[in-house]
Structure formats: structure tokens, C-alpha cells
């Protein structure tokens, strides 16, 4: 079976919502062999889960507490996500690691509890420009894969995505070239068949994230190991967004 093709949009924080029901007004999206996530604020989960067309996009959260209920201010929670009607979580974006010092143990607590509460985890790993240009890649890219999702059973695997998202790429215009990410992509997939079972990692679906545009969409989903794109900035519009869909429909189909 063909694996599992997920585009995600990722807002972070930005609309206000009358932006949110604008891009809802102008997101005609026809077909797609892929599946279509999209993650804005917290305050605009509901909203877009009311007015958005359920059928086509999957809505889901950019963050969540790694406890149950409780005394967390300002915090929230997985059961609070999925009682809304959101259906996935990304956990362990670069921006929650580097700007709020999320390390990978209180990530691995977040998956558990997302995975607890049904909600389909997009687990974000990803190095630094340095770590990159010292050799490290696959070496913070393991770590980060062993210690967020430690203790997750097989059968857990099924509501897992990998989003492979280099620093250095994010938001800067900066792409890794589709031969670049491939080859990670597939260093990320040898390691996870070695840990987890070459069943686990021929069936899970690892997206590649960062700068992200209409123009390079298609080329990165044609590589064999990459199977889906996480987008910030070219998601936040309805046409850029519908742009990098199309692309991919269209290129996917002619070959
Ligand atoms: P970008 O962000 O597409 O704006 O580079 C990607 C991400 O942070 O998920």
C-alpha cells in the first residue's frame, strides 16, 4: 500500500479571524490525493472546525500542555483539542524547541498524551545550521527521533507523522534542495526501520518542512522518501496554498 501523503499548513501566530473565514471563503479545494491538514492558532481551532468543510481538511493544534488537566495557566490540553473536534497535533516544532526550550523528553510526554487522547501526532524534528555544517544532522536527527518517541507502541505508529523541518530552512527562503532532503528523508528511514521495524518505517509518512513555495512543492514530493510538506508562510493564503496542492496533484498524476 502506498503510504500516506499529508499536506500541512502550519498558521503559527498569525490572522485574526477574520482572516481565518476569509481563507475559508477562498480555499475552492477540488481534489487531492493527499490528505490536507491545517493547524492555525488555538483561539481559531473552533472556528475553523464550524465553518470549515470537514469532508475536504483536517484541523488540528500547534501545541498542547504534556499534562493531563490541572493547574497549567495558559496551557491546553490534548482532550481539549480533540473534544473540539481537532484531529491531530504538531509536537516538537523547531520553534517550540529553540524559542521555548522544549527538549525532547517533555516532547516524548506531549506525543504520549496526544497519542492517549486520539489525536494523530506531526512530530517535528530538524538541526541546526551549524549542526549541519559540523556533520551532526543524523545524529540530532536520531536523538530527537529516539527520545520524542520513546516508549510508543507499534501499533501507536499508525497516528504518527515525522516532519523533517531543517532549521536553517525555516522561514528564510532557504530550501534544502529535493536531493538534499531525499537523502535525509531516507537516512531517517533507515534509522526508523533499524529501531522500530522495517514494517513502522516503509509505512510512515515523513513530511519535509521549511520554505516551502508553490514553485518547489512538486519537485520535493516527487522524491521517493518524502511524502508530504509541512508549509508556514505559503500556506497562510487560500491561493498560495490551493498553488502548492495543485502542483503536487498535478505533478503526482503525470508521472
Ligand atoms: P516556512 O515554515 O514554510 O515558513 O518555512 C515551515 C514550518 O515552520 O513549519
Known sequence: MPRKQVIAANWKMNKNIEQVYDFIEHFSLQTS??????????????????????SKIKVGAQNICFAESGAF?????AAMVKDLGAEFVIIGHSERRHVFGEENDRLNQKVKIALKNDLTVIYCIGEKLEQRENQETLEVLKAQLLGGLAGIKSSEFTKIIIAYEPVWAIGTGKTASAAEAEATHKDC?????????VNIAENITIQYGGSVKPGNAAELMSQENIDGLLIGGASLEAESFLSIINNVQSSLASN
Do not use: C, M, N, Q
Request: proline fraction near 6%; hydrophobic fraction near 40%; charged fraction near 20%.
Open 33 to 54: 490525493s493527499a490528505d490536507v491538514y491545517i493547524s492555525p492558532a488555538s483561539v481559531h481551532l473552533y472556528p475553523l472546525i464550524e465553518k470549515a468543510d470537514l
Open 73 to 77: 495557566t495558559g496551557d491546553i490540553s
Open 189 to 197: 528511514r533507515e534509522f526508523i526501520a533499524k529501531t522500530w521495524g
